[in-house]
């Protein structure tokens, strides 16, 4: 009898430790996203299966380059499900990131996706941050063909040190990753975060956060 319970145990944790490990299964074979469907749920409502089409799956925009004339000197170009209904509920997601010489993929956060990205053109100095142990700087050049994986919800960048444009490609894992940028975060909040709170939490004077914050506004 005690055996069997701890048989029942041991399975127990083995099917519960599995069920942490990865995306929930699909329970069909898409969920093509429903844009106009009233319903909240987590992720869009599906379409009716009749009314999919190919283009749900589909998107053409990968061949062309992102408008880096803005003050990051980068772009990102999506492919999740904002762009793409049929990656409704598939847990994955793409991006076209462009960056001039001199560009930035400024500080970032995805709440909901690791993410994997390869250099295709041009070189990238890349990293993350950890959380523990605390704040180490995990970081790296790349040069075309190399691959980077960025853990899921962790501080990272890229920036294009090089004389030439850049480009990569990024897989997340996630259909709607989200993207957090730090300094705008911060800085730009609407309303603004007091800069009593700001002088305290980055050790400097008020007019100095008065000053950063003015560059967010
Ligand atoms: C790129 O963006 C800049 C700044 O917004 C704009 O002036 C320019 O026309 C854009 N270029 C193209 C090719 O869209």
Request: hydrophobic fraction near 45%; proline fraction near 5%; charge should be neutral.
């Amino acid at each position: 009898m005690a055996s069997r319970l701890l048989m029942l145990l041991a399975l127990l944790a083995v099917a519960s430790r599995g069920a942490m490990a990865s995306d929930p299964s699909l329970l069909q074979d898409f969920c093509v996203a429903d844009k106009m469907s009233k319903v909240n749920v987590n992720g869009f409502a599906c379409k009716d299966a009749e009314d999919v089409v190919v283009e749900d799956f589909v998107f053409s925009g990968f061949h062309i380059a992102g408008n880096t004339s803005n003050k990051q000197g980068s772009a990102v170009t999506a492919a999740n499900v904002a762009q793409v209904p049929g990656l409704n509920t598939m847990g994955i997601s793409m991006a076209r990131i462009d960056f001039a010489p001199k560009g930035l993929n400024p500080p970032h956060i995805h709440p909901r996706a690791t993410e994997i990205l390869t250099v295709l053109e041009g070189s990238l100095y890349v990293g993350f941050i950890t959380s523990i142990p605390g704040s180490r700087l995990i970081s790296k050049v790349l040069t075309k063909g190399d691959v980077f994986v960025f853990p899921k919800a962790l501080v990272h960048f890229q920036f294009n040190y090089g004389t030439e444009n850049a480009v990569a490609i990024a897989g997340l894992s996630s259909q709607n990753p989200g993207v957090i940028t730090v300094a705008n975060t911060v800085f730009g909040s609407n309303p603004s975060l007091s800069d009593d709170i700001l002088a305290k939490a980055f050790q400097v004077d008020k007019n100095t956060v008065d000053w950063i914050q003015a560059q967010f506004n």
